[in-house]
């Protein structure tokens, strides 16, 4: 199976502020990568997918980038709303795995 | 507009067996495989496996090849996931997600097993 290593695990940063998550996988997953939010009680939502590319409705202060085995999503200008749990999972080799999150709070 | 409505939440007794289910809308519930994802208390997220509801083909994880077995109703555009042989391990939320990336979710379903 593919491990996917998410970093850092919480993350504590202002309003207005620039974050950055990272995920390292396993191995190479040729850019089969997506982003996730999941807000206190409610589903994940899907943020980016192929690594980089931008979901329906999502923000453009969200954004993907990466390739091989290391990815990174960034959040600019960081919003109240941002508050929440970030996933990272691959969809390259079954099975699809997750990285184990990253809770994002305000300082 | 694409929805999956799950249904509600279930206690299950230790031993005993859980079917939940998934009603999409919204889209050609064919078109796309439907997922399961697992969700523990407080902790992230596992995929246990998906159906293509036009076939009825299955995978699974190999952690959930004994513990859920999917299926899906073209006639009522349902997926269902049933969990066999209950155990504390189960309690958890479990999710459908359309498709790979998951772009639609269901609004999960708690499962609690407790005697």
């Known amino acids: 199976d593919i491990q996917m290593t998410q970093s850092p695990a919480s993350l504590s940063a202002s309003l207005g502020e620039t974050v950055t998550i990272e995920c390292r996988a396993s191995?190479?997953?040729?850019?089969?990568l997506a982003w996730y939010q999941q807000k206190p009680g409610n589903s994940p939502q899907l943020l980016i997918y192929d690594a980089n590319s931008l979901a329906d409705g999502v923000p453009s202060r969200f954004s993907g980038s990466g390739s091989g085995t290391q990815y990174s999503l960034k959040i600019n200008s960081l919003q109240s709303e941002d508050v929440a749990s970030y996933f990272c999972?691959?969809?390259?080799?079954?099975?699809?795995?997750f990285g184990g999150g990253t809770k994002l709070e305000l300082k | 507009e694409v929805q999956l409505q799950q249904s509600g939440p279930e206690v299950g007794r230790p031993g005993s067996s859980v079917k939940i289910s998934c009603k999409a809308s919204g889209y050609t519930f064919t078109d796309y495989v439907m997922n399961w994802v697992k969700q523990s208390p407080g902790q992230g997220l596992e995929w246990i496996g998906w159906?293509?509801?036009?076939?009825?083909?299955?995978d699974y994880a190999e952690k959930f090849k004994k513990k859920a077995t999917l299926t899906a109703d073209t006639s009522s555009n349902t997926a269902y996931i049933q969990l066999s042989s209950l155990t504390s391990e189960d309690t958890a939320t479990y999710f459908c997600?359309?498709?790979?990336?998951?772009?639609?979710w269901g609004q999960g379903v708690m499962v609690t097993v407790s005697s």
């Open positions: 997600a359309r498709g790979a990336p998951f772009d639609y």
């Open positions: 191995e190479d997953i040729y850019s089969n």
């Open positions: 159906i293509d509801p036009e076939y009825g083909s299955t």
């Open positions: 999972q691959q969809y390259n080799n079954y099975p699809w795995t």
